[in-house]
């Protein structure tokens, strides 16, 4: 089946994370990415947990497993002469190189983009990194919470009267490997109608200054009023019920009233002394009001489910929807019914599910085809197709090119 990428040929020099996910994206779409790997070790992903069934294995690694499907590995060793020769051939016949090594790295290697672009004037790189690959910080060194920092966005990201917090996760990491997926895409199209390649330069802490997500109003406030914004209590406009989340019995369950849905709150939860004014959000509101609600309310909702919650206050008109967990995510019918949840056949782990794709395009659609690859799967594969023989392969194996 032709996908949106199918003719798209991609290496795929990034480990870890952010290189992964935006190399993930256009694998998943159809593109033709071969991950290049170091020889007996791989990916760094290889090497992070959660391992399925807690098994510490370089083919276990739940990380690794969900950041690469539909990719071919192969192995190479690009400090070496030998190693450097075949990456470049290999270069000849691609469309997009993804790295996301230190800045410093592809020049030592001498496979700069200066380089690569005389071997394949029409070729894209994208250089994940994290300040860039120029200016004053180039070479430092970073983390999650650094790059958020940095970014400016975690300034405003917690209590008032407590240090600023970072958001739970690798948000940064994965929000640089999606803008990465885009940038890489629009330059690959440029590239693809005017013949003219060009180097992508993504660092993940710019990906966060500009980035709008929950702080759209805090940079406009700064752009236009040179006003600092600060860390806000969660009781700042006062005390609200019902709060967003609630629990219930085997759970919790996130709820929007407010002042514009809250007069279609009582009849839908079928309790009609909540109709009273006194309980209608306002700044006033008290903690005793507070209380006399959750008397009412959360009895009420401990004896329901939060999806028996969802389809009778959905039905009422109200916004609201089950909080989740990792396996009311594999289980739930509409996510099911869209086929969204999708299964690999892994030929060490067995069957896994995975998350499936982000978005769906009619004529093109995505499908899920094979598992994230094991270490140099496919070293005989690619590196036939470029003349190499099987008693070549084994010498290059000896002297550790591949």
């Known amino acids: 089946m032709e996908q949106a990428l199918s003719d798209v040929k991609v290496l795929d020099l990034t480990h870890y994370l952010a290189g992964p996910y935006c190399t993930k994206l256009l694998a998943d779409y159809g593109a033709d990415v071969i991950?290049?790997?170091?020889?007996?070790?791989?990916?760094g992903a290889r090497r992070l947990g959660p391992f399925f069934n807690d098994d510490p294995h370089p083919e276990k690694s739940g990380l690794f497993l969900d950041l690469n499907t539909n990719k071919r590995s192969i192995t190479l060793n690009l400090k070496t002469e030998t190693g450097k020769k075949i990456f470049l051939e290999l270069v000849k016949d691609t469309d997009i190189i993804v790295e996301s090594f230190e800045p410093r790295v592809m020049l030592s290697l001498g496979l700069n983009y200066e380089k690569l672009e005389q071997v394949n004037p029409a070729l894209v790189m994208t250089s994940i990194s994290n300040f860039g690959q120029t200016g004053p910080y180039r070479d430092y060194k970073a983390s999650?919470?650094?790059a958020y920092g940095v970014g400016g966005a975690m300034f405003t990201n917690g209590m008032p009267d407590r240090e600023p917090l970072k958001l739970g996760g690798t948000v940064v990491l994965f929000?640089?490997?999606l803008i990465a997926a885009g940038a890489t895409?629009?330059?690959?199209?440029g590239s693809r109608y005017h013949g003219i390649g060009q180097h992508v330069d993504v660092a993940l802490t710019e990906t966060q200054a500009g980035f709008i997500d929950m702080r759209g109003a805090e940079l406009i406030a700064y752009q236009?009023?040179?006003?600092?914004s600060k860390r806000t209590p969660p009781d700042v406009f006062g005390i609200q019920f019902p709060p967003t989340v609630n629990p219930c019995e085997d759970g919790y369950f996130n709820l929007v009233t407010g002042y514009v849905y809250w007069h279609r709150f009582p009849s839908a939860i079928g309790i009609p002394e909540l109709a009273d004014p006194k309980f209608a959000p306002r700044p006033d509101m008290d903690v005793?009001?507070?209380e006399e609600f959750d008397n009412i309310f959360i009895p009420w909702c401990m004896q329901r489910t939060k999806r028996q919650i969802s389809d009778q206050l959905s039905a009422g008109g109200l916004l609201i929807e089950p909080l989740n967990t990792a396996a009311d995510l594999f289980d739930d019918p509409h996510l099911r019914e869209r086929e969204y949840v999708v299964e690999f056949d892994h030929p060490v782990v067995g069957k896994l599910k995975h998350p499936g794709p982000p978005f769906k395009m009619s004529e093109t659609p995505w499908r899920s085809i094979k598992p994230a690859p094991m270490l140099g799967e496919h070293n005989d594969e690619v590196y036939e197709t470029l003349g190499y023989t099987k008693e070549d392969l084994v010498r290059l194996r000896e002297r550790d090119v591949i």
């Open 224 to 228: 236009y009023c040179g006003e600092v």
């Open 288 to 290: 005793a009001t507070k």
């Open 175 to 177: 929000q640089g490997g």
């Open 35 to 43: 991950k290049v790997e170091k020889p007996g070790e791989g990916d």
């Open 144 to 146: 999650e919470p650094i």
């Open 185 to 189: 895409l629009g330059a690959f199209y």
